[in-house]
């Protein structure tokens, strides 16, 4: 099973970047999947997460209005959209799925599978 992010990258502030992760060697169109990131010398923090019909999505205020989840089953792929960017975005993304179908949990030990990361870095 994989989890593979792309789509990170240098941005200036107010900028957007689109986040991709696509999912192989099993389909999580009936699990949770969301995103979150570390920046250097942080935790992990959970930044949004989707229900497995898209009828549910979760974000933190700190991105509440910015950032949006969307996913695409058919595809198996998950994406976030990321605008107004700030400095303070500056993180790994890294993208996730839980075995749950419903619960957007906001906890990183909830989601078993994980991709590897993608740096996403806005300049001021």
């Known amino acids: 099973v994989q989890l593979q992010a792309s789509g990170g990258g240098l941005v200036q502030a107010g900028g957007s970047l689109r986040l991709s992760c696509a999912a192989s060697?099993?389909?999580?169109?009936?699990?949770?999947m969301c995103w979150f990131r570390q920046a250097p010398g942080k935790e992990r923090e959970f930044v949004a997460a989707?229900?497995?019909?898209?009828?549910?999505?979760r974000y933190p205020d700190s991105v509440e209005g910015r950032f949006t989840i969307a996913r695409d089953n058919a595809k198996n792929t998950v994406s976030l959209q990321m605008n107004s960017l700030k400095p303070e975005d500056t993180a790994v993304y890294y993208c996730?799925?839980?075995?749950?179908?419903?619960?957007?949990?906001?906890?990183?030990?909830?989601?078993?599978?994980w991709g590897h990361g993608t740096q996403v870095t806005v300049s001021s």
């Open positions: 996730a799925a839980s075995l749950a179908t419903w619960d957007l949990s906001t906890r990183a030990g909830d989601y078993k599978y």
């Open positions: 060697g099993r389909t999580f169109s009936n699990n949770v």
């Open positions: 989707i229900t497995w019909n898209s009828a549910y999505t």
